[in-house]
């Protein structure tokens, strides 16, 4: 299919009955930003009931890794589905999940043993984690970082620190949470710039968290994301990560990495933590694992899982059709979407950092291999934060057939299927340079 392709006004009626019926029933606490009812897709590409064809950089917020309904994904769930579609993990035994368990052993990123336990989302997986530090260690602290996006079950969403309306009216969070800043070199925290940002990040966690509000033998954790993601696709300068390891090495904090929107290839390697050079103890993954079907998977090294029967367990976590598109999706990626997401990512970040000369809104671009923020602001010297130009922008290219979602209080994210030729970077490009235009008009 050849994106984009606009046959009736948006949202077509097809579209807009669709809209009117969920607005009856569908719960009001979705965030929908444009009107896209889908009805097909196929790679980058995705088609409305309505007959419009678009080119997809949000891949359903960054999980259709393989692109859509890859045929050979597609024949693993039709060959798993015909076997059985269900037998309970954690009551049962089945080849899938022990498969799948073994290529987690092979592809985690942190040397020795590991194992997995598998669930359905990505705040499942975080949720294990938390569980899993606060017993191997018997302590009950975690610390997170501000802007970090975690879930939304009461446990990650005690460490997600994104958007105050995401925790508003639900309580107090989980007692012995905490929060450092997160190092954003465009942002930079403490105002110092890019070569004092990660060392006074961290100098927060060990002289004003670690001093006055928990002593380091009661932190089971620290959970970071790489990059962080929800919060404006943030690349952290490199020595944060690894001085991090450092700090947590030192104290017996675990250190462990929520890579569910930045694992599975997206950023040009397996997971992002492998851009820094640090070997976390725990890694959790949902989104991208198996191209849309659901699936979280919490691997840590094999000493720290070693709870007995009852302590965890999912009735559905880890199903057999999700872990056969996992397998598929695995393969596929270390085949050769690893390495086009890679490519086809510096190709689209230097065409983004081009459009910077024409368009003065674009105050920074950033991101590793195809998940690639662009902080939009109003004055590059004063970085005013251009939250309603993100809005329209993200409008913008929806009204000329490229789907985005916006990240943070005033970037867009790109994060497409890992499928995304070149060609269609240059039909995004052009988009993007007309949305700029059209909403630095008026
Ligand atoms: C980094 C990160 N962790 C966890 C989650 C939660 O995943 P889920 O919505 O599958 O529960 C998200 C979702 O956006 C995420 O980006």
Redo the contacts with the bound molecule.
């Keep these: 299919m050849d994106a984009p392709l606009l046959k009736t006004p948006l949202p077509g009626p097809k579209a807009k009955a669709i809209i009117d019926r969920d607005r009856e029933v569908v719960s009001t606490s979705y965030t929908r930003g444009y009107p896209f009812v889908m009805a097909r897709g196929e790679g980058a590409v995705v088609e409305d009931v309505d007959g419009n064809r678009f080119l997809d950089c949000a891949a359903g917020?960054a999980v259709n890794s393989t692109g859509h309904s890859h045929p050979q994904v597609v024949a693993a769930i039709v060959e798993q589905a015909q076997k059985f579609l269900h037998m309970s993990g954690t009551d049962f035994y089945y080849e899938p999940q022990v498969r799948l368990g073994e290529v987690f052993n092979e592809i985690a990123p942190f040397d020795g043993q590991k194992r997995s336990f598998f669930s359905n989302?990505?705040?499942?997986a975080?949720e294990a984690a938390i569980k899993l530090a606060r017993y191997s260690t018997k302590r009950h602290g975690i610390i997170a970082f501000l802007g970090s996006?975690?879930?939304?079950t009461l446990g990650?969403l005690s460490m997600t620190a994104s958007r105050a309306i995401q925790r508003k009216g639900f309580g107090p969070p989980l007692a012995g949470t905490y929060h450092a800043p997160y190092p954003n070199c465009y942002r930079c925290p403490s105002g110092r710039g890019p070569a004092a940002c990660a060392a006074d990040c961290l100098n927060f966690i060990q002289d004003q968290l670690l001093v006055h509000l928990i002593s380091p033998d009661e932190v089971a954790a620290v959970m970071v994301?790489p990059i962080q993601?929800?919060g404006g696709y943030i690349v952290p300068p490199p020595q944060f990560h690894q001085r991090l390891r450092e700090l947590t090495r030192q104290h017996g904090i675990l250190l462990m990495c929520?890579e569910?929107?930045?694992g599975m290839g997206r950023t040009g390697r397996m997971f992002a933590i492998e851009h820094f050079g640090v070997h976390p103890d725990v890694v959790t993954v949902?989104?991208g694992v198996a191209s849309g079907m659901p699936l979280?998977v919490t691997t840590a090294r094999a000493e720290v899982m070693s709870w007995p029967p009852g302590a965890h367990a999912s009735t559905f976590g880890g199903n057999p059709v999700s872990c056969a598109a996992a397998m598929t999706t695995i393969d596929l990626l270390r085949t050769s979407l690893i390495r086009n997401a890679a490519e086809v990512g510096d190709y689209l970040q230097d065409g983004l950092r081009a459009l910077m000369d024409k368009h003065p809104l674009i105050g920074d671009v950033r991101g590793r291999g195809l998940m690639i923020g662009i902080e939009l602001v109003r004055n590059r010297k004063t970085k005013e934060r251009a939250t309603t130009e993100r809005d329209r922008v993200v409008d913008a290219c929806f009204a000329r057939g490229l789907l985005i979602l916006g990240a943070g209080r005033n970037a867009l994210r790109l994060s497409p299927p890992l499928v995304l030729t070149k060609a269609q970077a240059d039909i995004a490009l052009k988009i993007l340079d007309e949305a700029l235009s059209d909403v630095t008009k008026g």
């Design positions: 917020i989302s990505g705040t499942e975080n996006f975690h879930g939304r990650s994301e993601g929800e929520d569910v929107q930045s949902a989104k979280g």
